[in-house]
């Protein structure tokens, strides 16, 4: 089946410093597609980011992540981490081949500093 | 838009108690799923429903957990004889027809705790 890694459980950056949370993935389909998303305390989680297109950059409220099928990664990334950043962050994975679930995996806690 | 409802948002029952979980998915969304949340575990995956039809049920503990949904309007998931280790967050989530690969929208989750 598929599984996804998210390598760090707990990540803890400085007030605009660079962070990255790593994601990788195993699957044997070709038609994927990718998602992070965050949650905040006492909140539902929410899509940050999604793609499904090999090697295009997607970005949205400053974060940005890349799908690369030959490392199997999509890592996210901010250049400039802020306070209101700190949540809880999972990579996902879904595709269309079966009930279209997504595959998450463990979470990161992001924890921004000032 | 309302989003996903979820009610209650906290329940606590005793351990061998049912409890009763309630969603009511965006409307003119026709796919639904439950995902239990915990801490050491994640977010897992329990069941998925595709215009009221139950599609796949893989993750669902075969004792004691189902789930319903006898309308388009919303889902109950029921757990018999609830135990301590069923304490989590249930989270209902539901998605637009025909994006097999599209987002989920996610409710704000019920809180279970099994004493």
């Known amino acids: 089946g598929d599984s996804v890694t998210q390598t760090e459980g707990l990540v803890t950056v400085t007030e605009g410093l660079p962070v990255k949370l790593n994601c990788t993935y195993q699957?044997?389909?070709?038609?994927?597609?990718f998602f992070w998303y965050v949650q905040y305390l006492n909140e539902a989680p929410q899509v940050l980011l999604k793609?499904?297109?090999?090697?295009k950059r997607t970005e949205h409220q400053g974060f940005h992540a890349t799908l690369h099928k030959s490392s199997s990664s999509f890592h996210l990334q901010k250049s400039s981490a802020q306070l209101s950043d700190s949540a809880l962050y999972y990579c996902?994975?879904?595709?269309?081949?079966?009930?279209?679930?997504?595959?998450f995996g463990d979470g990161t806690v992001l924890t921004v500093k000032p | 838009n309302a989003g996903v409802i979820q009610t209650p948002r906290h329940k606590v029952t005793g351990k061998g108690q049912e409890a009763t979980l309630w969603c009511e998915p965006i409307?003119?969304?026709?796919?639904v799923f439950w995902y239990r949340q915990t801490i050491v575990q994640g977010l897992e995956f329990l069941t998925y429903?595709?215009?009221?039809?139950?599609?796949?049920d893989s993750g669902m503990p075969k004792e004691r957990f189902s789930a319903q949904m006898p309308n388009q309007s919303h889902s109950t998931l029921k757990i018999q004889s609830t135990q301590p280790q069923d304490s989590a967050v249930y989270l209902c989530?539901?998605?637009?027809?025909?994006?097999?690969?599209?987002?989920?929208?996610f409710g704000e989750g019920s809180k279970l705790t099994v004493l």
């Open positions: 793609s499904s297109t090999d090697n």
């Open positions: 989530a539901s998605r637009q027809q025909g994006a097999n690969t599209g987002q989920l929208y």
């Open positions: 996902a994975l879904s595709h269309n081949t079966n009930t279209g679930k997504l595959t």
């Open positions: 429903f595709r215009n009221q039809a139950p599609i796949d």
């Open positions: 699957t044997t389909y070709l038609t994927i597609a």
């Open positions: 409307s003119g969304h026709s796919a």
